[in-house]
């Protein structure tokens, strides 16, 4: 079957609907190189301006999804589950979660995204540990998996390799901030995972690429929508990033946050949410049918050492050095610390995701290019939260750094982030979508 | 001075004003080739959505006009005026309608296109005269006005090249039908003629771009005011395109019919449309005051024999040969003749110039793709027009063919083109904008 694309483009521009044979070809051609960028890039915005309808969306996801190699992980006798978060700055949640829901038996084949702007991923904070290998060919993926129960993999280009040339195509032509391209980029390579349930972190607010409640929402119901539609359910919690999560923004002192997480520590907000997650992978895993139930298994996996043996299971077979989990200190350290202080006394209301995660990216813990190396051991500690009581003179946070001229771009981000006042903080979890 | 084009786009898509000095850095860098057609694609797919407003699209049209060279016709003491036709079915008007009003004092650097789609074009009928060369030299072309007070070339790809490589990419990738983008194609290219004024030919109905009055008539609005913008005064004149302009269509057969027009005959609603649009001409040129002189002296020049004089000291300048112009019936002529009659008598409602095009094109008077050769011999003679009242039997089109296939293909069309009912036509002129 074969179309005229700048038909197909028109009909988009104009509002009409295309058929799924239509769409199916769009995605078979382009990823094979067959239909031009500038075509693919004019639709890429019609679809942008028109959006996809619900039967569209399913296909078009669907089509990205079997554009490459689907894994096959029926032979594991566990039922699999996997977290999705949409990005936000100091989410390091995936690094204690998978391991403790491992722990309590669920099989958690986990393909992570790296750092993109201002956020950070999950895949470069794994590799400030030693030797720890993230590029795992699907073969290797799968074996992880059934040695561990679980794996923390890099995003492969055999699987949903149409996801991989679209997004490019999208962040080149300013067409990456719609609902129903977003929400199929991610579920087109979360289910070639082969997975059998998502919990989706949808992230709002200033650090987030959806600032607001509403457009967080609709991605949420979106996303329910294509699981549903492919028989995968999908839980997605909306949770706040208008202030960074837990106390480390970096790549090595986020392992070494998340290491605490596992000992039973760990900041509040970071926990509340590792937990909140874990607790609605579980019940979709069918290993608690009540949230009670999920706590304590997740709170026992922790208390009695499981959680953290995962990781150092997970970590040895993926190559990585298990003594820097056992002792944190012998991860990268960077070689100079500079406090900012709080200038006046009172209820802090305000430590912008946006404005720390620029900073931490400054620093050089991000990348401002694909290309660019980052440097693993620095990073930002933040000592005072949305809602805390300070006084004048106290540390709001600690910046990690290595390059005075890197520090210089960094402090004035990390300084004008905290706004101090007399009122407090937001919630931490808006709400879910089922 | 550089930008980021993503920014770019992005900022056109989400509705925003660009600067200035943004819309030319993006046509000079876009035509000098540095910027990507992919980007460019998503671009002109958010002007199609979200428009120019009138600076944006001063400043887009004047870096397209000066994105190449422009020519100085000052040199020559007579006032440069032209015409230009948005494209139509039968539009043979220039033909006529330039050397009467050279002859009547005035200089007219025509530049015309070929035709597009249905649509015919004044340079492909023209090359039906033998010999007869529209692919000019600017020196060339500037000689030929200097000589004989009129020209008639194609596009030189030297002059506004940005138009012609945002066209080709509008053309694939969907966002032809924008009417700031038509507007500035149309300007970029007619200012670079360097003219002193303009007037122009909107086609409005079934054979036109434009298929309702309202969006001529903003296509008029946003040509006027760029013309305003450059100091260069434009009437737009919005003319019925529901049925063909006179006639013949096709290419030799236009010729001839132009003809027939410098000889003071031609059917009734070609010779309405051509004296009204050198009347304006005329006007603006500043050798008419008044209406009834413009058409005097136009009428004038016709019955002295003075117009046709300048086809053919045109014709000869351009290489062809003027034997033809005396004897038309040595132009081209198509081998067979097949008629189409009306199967029953009453009104002619509808002679639908879409489809009586769309019969020439497939006869080989046009072109499917661009690199297609034409047949300047076929066409089409329709022999009742709108509001004729015919009886059973009676000739409808005369058909000029060659290929027995073409036939085929074009007879349904030509056939379903006329429609026989109790009620007349719709009107010529529909208004003008100034």
Same sequence: chains 1, 2.
């Avoid at 890099?154 to 999208?170: K, N």
């Avoid at 349930?197 to 457009?215: E, Q, S, T």
């Avoid at 520090?407 to 004008?416: H, I, N, Q």
């Amino acid at each position: 079957m074969s179309f005229s694309f700048r038909q197909l483009i028109e009909r988009k521009r104009d509002g009409e609907v295309l058929r799924a044979e239509e769409i199916r070809w769009i995605i078979a051609e382009y990823t094979a190189g067959r239909l031009p960028d500038y075509q693919m890039a004019a639709l890429l915005m019609a679809v942008f301006k028109e959006g996809l309808d619900g039967p569209e969306l399913e296909v078009w996801t669907d089509a990205m999804l079997y554009s490459g190699e689907v894994l096959d992980l029926s032979h594991i006798n566990a039922p699999k589950v996997d977290k999705h978060s949409t990005g936000g700055v100091g989410d390091k949640v995936s690094i204690p979660l998978a391991p403790m829901v491992a722990a309590c038996g669920a099989a958690v084949p986990m393909m992570s995204g790296r750092g993109l702007g201002h956020t950070g991923g999950t895949v470069d904070k794994l590799e400030s540990i030693p030797g720890f290998r993230t590029k795992l060919t699907p073969d290797e993926f799968v074996s992880v998996v059934e040695k561990t129960g679980l794996v923390l993999a890099g995003q492969s280009g055999s699987l949903a390799p149409a996801d991989g040339a679209i997004y490019s195509l999208r962040d080149a032509t300013g067409s990456v901030p719609s609902i129903p391209l977003i929400a199929s980029s991610i579920m087109s390579k979360k289910l070639a995972v082969g997975l059998g349930a998502l919990v989706l972190d949808v992230k709002v607010g200033r650090g987030a690429f959806m600032k607001d409640l509403d457009r967080a929402r609709l991605l949420a119901e979106t996303i329910v929508g294509i699981g549903k539609a492919q028989g995968t359910p999908v839980v997605a919690v909306l949770t706040d990033m208008n202030q960074p999560l837990g106390r480390m923004v970096g790549n090595a002192t986020e392992i070494a946050e998340s290491i605490e997480v596992l000992h039973g520590g760990g900041p509040p907000d970071l926990v509340e949410v590792v937990y909140r997650l874990g607790e609605e992978m579980l019940m979709l895993a069918g290993i608690s049918s009540e949230r009670a139930d999920a706590r304590r298994r997740l709170e026992q996996a922790v208390s009695s050492g499981a959680a953290f043996e995962k990781l150092q299971q997970v970590t040895v077979a993926q190559g990585g050095d298990p003594a820097v989990l056992l002792d944190p200190s012998l991860l990268p350290q960077a070689e100079n610390e500079h406090i900012v202080r709080a200038t006046k006394g009172g209820y802090v209301v305000r430590v912008d995701a946006f404005e720390i995660g620029t900073a931490a990216l400054r620093l050089g813990a991000g990348r401002e290019r694909k290309e660019d190396d980052i440097d693993p051991s620095v990073g930002i500690a933040v000592e005072a939260k949305t809602g805390d009581e300070v006084t004048a003179g106290q540390a709001l946070a600690r910046i990690f750094w290595n390059d005075g001229s890197r520090l210089a771009d960094a402090l004035p981000l990390t300084e004008s982030a905290f706004e101090i006042s007399e009122q407090r903080g937001s919630p931490l979890v808006y709400g879910e979508v089922r």
